[in-house]
């Protein structure tokens, strides 16, 4: 007998159209500030200012990215002037990532921006219940809090 569960009932479906909402502010919104970085360059722009001298690998760890895919990511924020590669001089196959201060100075500016869109992403839902969902979906990703 085939499932008949409505999709509006399917976490995967209502996951995916989440994620669609998401994207599409957070593209919005930069862009209306004239940024033109992606969620994962901004992922990764974070990330290095927290942890400078990352590696790719370990870059792309730390922001849940695919590793074979990260090198086009840091590609294009080398190519924007927003971080740096410099050859690791323990292991010259490797390159350690670096904010550049234009990195730096587009990412002040895009957390303000990334700040205020978080709330518009889940608006429709109290103070309580964006806790409550975040803290779910945290637990189903098994991301410690």
């Known amino acids: 007998?085939?499932?008949?569960?409505?999709?509006?009932q399917m976490p995967g479906h209502l996951i995916r159209r989440l994620h669609q909402?998401?994207?599409a502010v957070y593209?919005?919104?930069?862009?209306?500030?004239?940024?033109?970085?992606?969620?994962?360059q901004f992922a990764a722009l974070s990330t290095l200012e927290s942890q400078p001298g990352l590696d790719q690998a370990s870059l792309a760890k730390r922001i849940a990215y695919?590793?074979?895919t990260i090198g086009g990511v840091v590609k294009r924020l080398v190519h924007k002037g927003?971080?740096?590669?410099?050859?690791d001089e323990e292991d010259r196959r490797a390159f350690k990532l670096w904010l550049t201060p234009?990195?730096?100075?587009?990412?002040?500016?895009?957390k303000g921006i990334v700040t205020v869109l978080q709330g518009d992403i889940l608006g429709t839902l109290t103070e309580d219940e964006k806790d409550t969902?975040?803290?779910l979906?945290?637990?189903a990703l098994d991301v410690p809090s």
């Not at 919005?28 to 994962?40: E, H, L, P």
């Not at 927003?82 to 050859?87: A, D, G, Q, T």
């Open 82 to 87: 927003y971080v740096e590669r410099l050859p």
């Open 27 to 40: 593209q919005d919104r930069v862009k209306q500030a004239g940024f033109d970085v992606t969620s994962v």
């Open 21 to 23: 909402h998401s994207s």
């Open 133 to 135: 969902l975040l803290r």
């Open 66 to 68: 695919d590793r074979a």
């Open 1 to 8: 007998m085939p499932d008949t569960t409505p999709l509006a």
């Open 137 to 139: 979906i945290a637990k």
């Open 102 to 110: 234009e990195g730096m100075s587009a990412l002040q500016q895009l």
